[in-house]
């Protein structure tokens, strides 16, 4: 699975406290998208299942997991197993995703995801039901600029929404938006959530 990077412990991705993990690859390329770093789909990222497995079995302190991106849904082949396992391993956990893909387009097969031979294949409606009976909740819709919102919890634009799949949280437990910054032990700095503008010029302007 291409990854772009993971998180062990995120409090903006979603309710509680969450690990995080942001694939790579995206052809949606929303115009203004906070993290264009995961749009290309890059072989060197690809990490074995089992190792994301292995790591998510021994967090503690989390109550989901959130998929994010680049574009979830594009890695769905392979998040499927991954999802699979969250359910009969940890069945305590709730699993959230990001995807700039509407419903209707899942739905109607208007969409498409990376088969591992590393070629852009059709999804269905199967595949997304398939995968969706795993999920708690996602935030659907592409971003647009033009539509910035900072008043939706976990949607950067007004066009975005949060679909519930299970009755595990409802409309309430999505508190407002807001942004991390982790910095690990070797220094690598992690910023996730919904900077603001004046954030984005400052860390521009530090470039």
């Known amino acids: 699975m291409l990854i772009h ?3 062990a412990s995120s409090t903006v991705n979603g309710p509680g406290t969450r690990a995080v993990i942001w694939l790579q690859g995206c052809t949606l390329n929303c115009t203004g998208c906070w993290n264009p770093n995961t749009h290309k789909f890059d072989a ?3 990490t074995p299942v089992s190792e994301l497995q292995t790591w998510l079995l021994n967090l503690d302190g989390i109550e989901g997991v959130t998929f994010s991106g680049g574009e ?10 991954l999802a699979k396992f969250i359910r009969e391993v940890r069945p305590e956990l709730s699993i959230g995703i990001f995807t700039g893909y509407t419903a209707r387009e899942l739905e109607t097969g208007n969409w498409q995801t990376l088969h591992p ?3 852009m294949i059709p999804g269905s409606g199967e595949v ?3 995968f969706r009976a795993y999920l708690d909740f996602a935030v659907m819709g592409r971003f647009n600029a033009s ?5 939706k919890p ?3 634009s007004t066009n975005q929404d949060i679909i519930l799949f299970t009755d595990r949280y409802n409309a309430g437990d ?3 938006q807001e942004t991390q910054i982790t910095i690990d032990g070797d220094g690598l700095v992690q910023i996730t959530g919904f900077p603001g503008r004046e954030f984005i010029e400052a860390v521009k302007g530090m470039n």
């Open 174 to 176: 999505f508190t407002a």
């Open 5 to 7: 990077s993971k998180l």
């Open 72 to 81: 979830s849904l594009q890695h769905v082949i392979e998040l499927l197993p």
């Open 128 to 130: 997304w039901e398939k």
């Open 117 to 119: 031979a590393g070629v």
């Open 147 to 151: 539509k910035l919102t900072t008043k």
């Open 44 to 46: 060197s990222t690809d």
């Open 154 to 156: 976990l949607c950067g």
